[in-house]
């Protein structure tokens, strides 16, 4: 048996007319950000409903923030094994089990009786979406074409702001004890998003698998079938003749890579992509879950904003984080990624300096300071779906899913946990001159992302994802010194 293949899969997706059948896999794999969106700024405005003897749950404070914490260990924990998972057993079967997990914890959260069912429905929620991060940007990323590749992953990813926006408005109707009893409409939260969900699982399931995926995974055949019936369904829709390709790349059927290939890959053939997605990942969870997460606190603490009122700020806050990939989105294929992600990542910790200036002289108002946020997020959130879009290019499809959970824990880690219990501790002092040294650190922060982009940034706009990062399984003589920065791996896949 032969177990070298040639194989044109890769040139044959990426010169594929933009289709309705693009469209159902953005909206089968991208919605669920919505969902992601809506849930955690409905659970973010009700911790006081928690802590409410009427919410049915009397949760304490420390509860309610431990409950927050087991959600960000459940994403770490979940992306990491869902992520490993992804790129061992393929990324169908993963996108249909982390969305079958989230919403199953999502609906049993509804029902919960106490602090500690709460708290593990959180923790399993939190799994389910952590997995969907890996699974689902390794999965739209293959599938796209090549020229389109940047903004697509911009939609998807800040789309999450659009279910943001959704979320916050609801909670001004879930929470209005004049409308739904308080033990009922913060139930009723969790069960909406799981309906929802359920509609986007029905689509997931017509999606195929990866035909990258097949293909390094000894099933080139099967990959050459299937996007010949993509290819039947796109010129069957568009009418667009398409022209043949001699474009190939040589593979050699392997085993699955283990955790010592990913080191190894991560650490010695790639440690400036490496560097560039840790300066990233962290700067741009640092930034998002310092200021978002305690916007609440600030509004009340400084501007009197009750939590009932709050919902109201967060719309404009999420919309500027949503319509930031949407209109700077096409820049990233036509200008370019290392220029887009300098400019999202300089520019929103500019503004988020002026802002803490501005704050600390006590000249903003509550309306003025979201209308700041929401230009500081207006490039932030650009940046934060770029982050994801580099790391799913510049890492061979081999560990594509795994890359992106390794840096996913990482900058949720730090971001999700030192970030906000920084923060807290800055808004609790009530001196808004220690809010802004907040600001100005988070500011920092990003800024060292759009400084690592400048140094290790890989221009990878309307580039092929094999030639910015050959297939482990690739043979010696399809790999090009230009797609190492390091050494290249001799472990053998395991």
């Known amino acids: 048996m032969n177990d070298t293949v040639d194989t044109d899969v890769p040139a044959r997706m990426d010169r594929l007319p933009w289709s309705r059948w693009h469209w159902t896999v953005l909206l089968g794999l991208g919605a669920v950000w919505i969902l992601d969106g809506l849930e955690v700024t409905i659970v973010g405005a009700l911790g006081a409903r928690l802590t409410d003897p009427t919410g049915g749950l009397h949760l304490t404070d420390a509860q309610v923030g431990l409950a927050a914490s087991g959600y960000v260990a459940g994403a770490v924990l979940g992306s990491l094994g869902f992520g490993y998972l992804a790129d061992r057993f393929g990324r169908k079967k993963l996108f249909l089990s982390t969305l079958a997990v989230y919403l199953a914890a999502t609906v049993l959260t509804a029902f919960s009786p106490g602090f500690l069912w709460f708290l593990l429905m959180r923790m399993a929620t939190g799994a389910g979406i952590g997995g969907e991060y890996a699974a689902i940007n390794s999965a739209v990323d293959e599938l796209v074409p090549a020229r389109v590749r940047g903004r697509v992953d911009l939609i998807v990813n800040g789309s999450y702001w659009l279910g943001a926006a959704a979320g916050a408005a609801l909670t001004l109707v879930l929470l209005n004890p004049a409308l739904l009893p308080p033990n009922l409409g913060w139930r009723l939260a969790f069960g909406l998003g799981a309906a929802l969900g359920v509609g986007i699982l029905i689509v997931r399931r017509n999606l195929p698998e990866s035909p990258r995926w097949l293909f390094t995974h000894g099933r080139a055949d099967d990959a050459d079938r299937l996007v010949g019936r993509i290819e039947h369904l796109v010129t069957e829709k568009t009418g667009h003749r398409l022209e043949p390709v001699d474009d190939t790349i040589r593979v050699k059927r392997r085993g699955t890579a ?110 003025t300071l979201t209308a700041a946020w929401s230009a500081v997020f207006f490039l932030a959130s650009a940046g934060a779906s770029a982050a994801y879009l580099t790391v799913s290019e510049v890492f061979p499809l081999e560990i594509r899913a795994m890359a992106i959970a390794l840096f996913y824990s990482v900058g949720t880690g730090l971001g999700g946990i030192v970030g906000p219990a920084l923060f807290g501790k800055l808004v609790e002092s009530g001196e808004p001159t220690a809010v802004a040294v907040g600001y100005y650190l988070g500011a920092a922060v990003m800024m060292v992302g759009g400084i690592a982009e400048i140094a290790f940034g890989i221009e990878a706009a309307q580039r092929s994802l094999e030639d910015i990062a050959s297939p482990l399984s690739a043979t010696p003589d399809e790999r090009g010194p230009q797609q190492r920065d390091g050494r290249r791996s001799t472990l053998p896949l395991s």
């Open 258 to 367: 283990g955790f010592g290939v990913v080191g190894v890959t991560l650490l010695r053939t790639y440690p400036r992509r490496t560097l560039l997605g840790l300066g990233l990942f962290v700067g741009q969870a640092f930034l998002y879950n310092a200021v978002y997460f305690t916007q609440a606190l600030v509004l009340g603490r400084f501007f009197g904003v009750s939590d009932a009122a709050v919902g109201g700020y967060l719309i404009p806050l999420a919309l500027g984080s949503f319509c930031g990939p949407i209109v700077l989105g096409k820049l990233f294929d036509t200008v370019g990624r290392r220029v887009m992600i300098t400019v999202s990542y300089l520019g929103s910790g500019l503004l988020l300096v002026g802002t803490g200036v501005l704050f600390g002289q006590g000249l903003l108002s509550a309306n």
